[in-house]
Structures are given as C-alpha cells and as structure tokens.
C-alpha cells in the first residue's frame, strides 16, 4: 500500500478499540497497514484484524492514570514509537437528568472527558520527541452541540472534549496535531440499548438525511483522514459526521398541518 492513506510501520492506540465504533476504527487503521494496540477493561473474545495483522491489547481502565500511561509504554515498548492516538473509549447509558447521583455524573465526565485529556497529555510526550511527531484524534459526539436529554453529562463532556481539542491544537503545535470527530447515529452493538429493535434503528435511519445511521466504518473512514498527512494542516477542528443531521421539526411540522389542511 501507498499513498496518504499507508500507515505502514506507524503505531496507532485506540482506546475501547474491541467493540463498536472502536473495533471500527481500529480494523480501518489495520487495513491501512499499520501496528494497532487497543485498550479495554476487558479484552474482547477476538481482537480485530485485517490483512493478515491483528491488534494487540492492554487492559486499562482509561480513567485512572497509571493504566491510561501503561497504554502508551506498551506501545512504544513493542512498536518503537507511537503516531497516532484515537480518544474513542467513552459513552454514557441513559439516566434522568432531574435525579442522577454526582457519582455517576462524575463518572462519565472522567470517561469521557478527563481521560482523553491525560491520555492526549501522556501520548504528547512521546510524539513531541518524534522527528514526524503525530497525530491526536478525539472522537466526540453531535450530543456535544446539541441538547442532549437523559444523556446531560456525556453531552457536556462531549462538548468540553470539542473545545479541549481546539486548546490542545494550539498547545502542541506544530509537531502534534489534534482534531475531533463528533460522529451522529451508529449502528453497534449496543445500538438498541438506545434506539430499540431493527424497526426502531430503520426508524430512525430514516431521519438521517443520507438515508441510514452509520455503520462504524464510515465514521473510521473520517478518522483515517485526519490522522493521515492529507490533513497534514488541519488541527484544532471539530468534523461533524451524522449523515446531514436530522429534517428540522419545522418542516415535519408543515407536513403535519398539510395532511391536516387536507
């Protein structure tokens, strides 16, 4: 393989790398040829793989500090170096605004906002020693620029991890790059934790503008391009990818009244 998009002999961490967008997301950076290492608290029954490579693992809890940083030696220790850091591990089940427990909001803010910033803290320290440096890319949420109901603390957290990309493009500039990627409506395996059974994911495809929610490779495609030297003079940006988004309720509105009118 060659091109912008080879990642031949170039390390690559994904956090929560064994399931769902993760998995997605580190398959795609295998299939571009590079050396992928993931993390979870638990190791998943199979490791992704393409090409004839297969990612390695590291069990860690990336909220607390000592495991975040066992992540990034064990990449330098079996690969030499480390290009590319994916802040994707995070989430949130839903929970009532009006009556959850701060433990539990301070829980998801740690997962989902204090881990990438020490995860991104301690990955800078490597790639700032690196004649080509690297690549940070945070994967965010659109509930970071929208309401988010039942989902109030990842929401925030997500939001604070859009602006805490724009701080650290500045901050490790220029031998670090650091982006955002705020994906829209997936389809994983947890999918119908939130949005029910097949009839209720079609359902709610149909909103979409682009006709679907994504399948995990089409946002994984996004992160390859931002890691890669095409986007070699991007950092600090925040790239929405849901698909259009979602028909104003205004326009369902009229629909309404026309069918009334009628």
């Known amino acids: 393989m060659n091109g912008p998009l080879d990642f031949s002999n170039q390390a690559v961490i994904v956090t929560g790398g064994g399931r769902g967008l993760g998995r997605g997301i580190a398959t795609r950076f295998l299939e ?14 199979q490791l992704p793989s393409a090409h004839g490579k297969t990612a390695s693992f590291v069990a860690a809890d990336v909220r607390d500090l000592v495991q ?3 992540v990034v030696d064990a990449c330098v220790e079996r690969h030499g170096r480390l290009d590319v850091l994916v802040n994707n591990a995070g989430g949130s089940p839903p929970a009532d605004t009006a009556t ?7 829980s998801i803010i740690a997962l989902n906002l204090v881990a990438p ?4 803290q301690q990955a800078n320290l490597v790639m700032q020693t690196q004649i080509a440096g690297g690549a940070i890319v945070n994967i965010a949420s659109v509930s970071g620029i ?3 109901p039942n989902t109030a603390a990842y929401g925030a957290a997500k939001a604070g991890l859009i602006n805490l990309t724009a701080t650290l493009g500045v901050e490790f500039a220029p031998k670090v790059r650091v982006n955002c ?6 389809i994983t395996e947890q999918a119908h934790l939130f949005y029910g059974d097949a ?6 495809g149909a909103t979409v503008p682009m006709g679907h929610m994504a399948e995990p490779s089409e946002i994984a495609d996004v992160v390859l391009f931002c890691a890669s ?6 950092t600090g940006e925040n790239i929405v990818v849901d698909g259009g988004g979602q028909r104003p309720a205004y326009l369902e509105a009229m629909s309404t009244q026309d069918r009334k009118d009628k």
């Open 146 to 148: 929208r309401s988010s």
């Open 117 to 120: 910033l020490v995860l991104a």
């Open 229 to 234: 030297p095409l986007a070699r003079y991007m």
């Open 199 to 204: 009839d209720g994911i079609a359902a709610i």
């Open 32 to 45: 571009a040829g590079a050396d992928v290492l993931i993390c979870g608290r638990n190791e998943p029954e």
């Open 68 to 70: 975040s940083q066992r």
């Open 100 to 106: 959850v427990s701060p433990k539990f909001s301070t």
């Open 181 to 186: 990627v705020s994906a829209g409506y997936i």
